[in-house]
């Protein structure tokens, strides 16, 4: 019986058929493909404990559902096109390792009760547009070892943040930190100029020489 699904790294595109997340699997691999669509409602029926979705072009919302999948360990889910916030349940994830939605689109504040997901070791959000508080309840996870939340608009951490092994929060906009952003940006970004906001990040990057799809 089939267990572990392998199809990374290569040029596969379209969707993958919403059954796949029915069949009772360990692990699902799609990752460095093309893929292009909303993952599906049943997307938290799947039994797996890893599933790596990274570097496609999977966009929309992440589904809720995902908070009915307690077996999970890790899931990776950058470089994509999510959109939306992250959906509250996903706090029901106790048993999960690692999570990393860094290069989304994701927006709004991180859910209050990401504190529950106790094993936690490595969290990465960066390159979202998350904003506002980062959750205090973070501070109270026990085995987070590396925490990264670069590169969005955070306006405020916990101290104990700052105590991690391993964490990196430039690119904000957290006042007596170093390696913010500038003020403009983020004038532009709490006046809700979104467009502007990114007019002038792509202006900037063109002048460093960077282009603008950085």
């Known amino acids: 019986m089939l267990k572990y ?9 379209g969707t993958v058929p919403r059954e796949l997340f029915d069949k009772d699997l360990d692990a699902i691999f799609i990752n460095d493909n093309r ?3 909303g ?10 404990s890893v599933i790596v979705l990274a570097n496609n072009k999977f966009h929309g919302c992440v589904p809720s559902s995902l908070g ?5 360990n890790e899931i990776l889910l950058m470089n994509n096109d999510f959109r939306s916030c992250l959906p509250s349940k996903i706090s029901l994830l106790t048993n ?26 490595k969290l990465n959000v960066a390159y979202n547009m998350l904003s506002r508080t980062i959750p205090a309840s973070i501070r109270s996870l026990p085995h987070l070892l590396n925490f990264t939340y670069s ?17 990196n929060d430039w690119k904000n906009s957290l006042p007596a930190r170093v390696h913010q952003r ?33």
Do not use: H
């Open 39 to 48: 993952l599906p409602d049943n997307f938290g029926n799947s039994p797996i």
């Open 182 to 214: 500038s003020t403009v940006q983020c004038k532009f970004f709490s006046s809700g100029s979104t467009t502007e906001l990114n007019q002038y990040v792509s202006s900037r990057l063109t002048v460093r020489g960077w282009g603008v799809n950085q």
């Open 35 to 37: 893929f292009q669509f």
């Open 96 to 121: 999960l390792d690692v999570f990393d939605v860094s290069f989304n689109e994701l927006v709004e504040p991180l859910p209050d009760n990401f504190g529950n997901m106790v094993s936690l070791e």
């Open 5 to 13: 699904l392998d199809l990374r790294f290569n040029v596969f595109e």
């Open 151 to 167: 590169n969005k608009f955070f306006t405020s951490e916990s101290p104990s943040c700052l105590r991690l092994a391993n964490f």
């Open 68 to 72: 009915s999948m307690t077996n999970l």
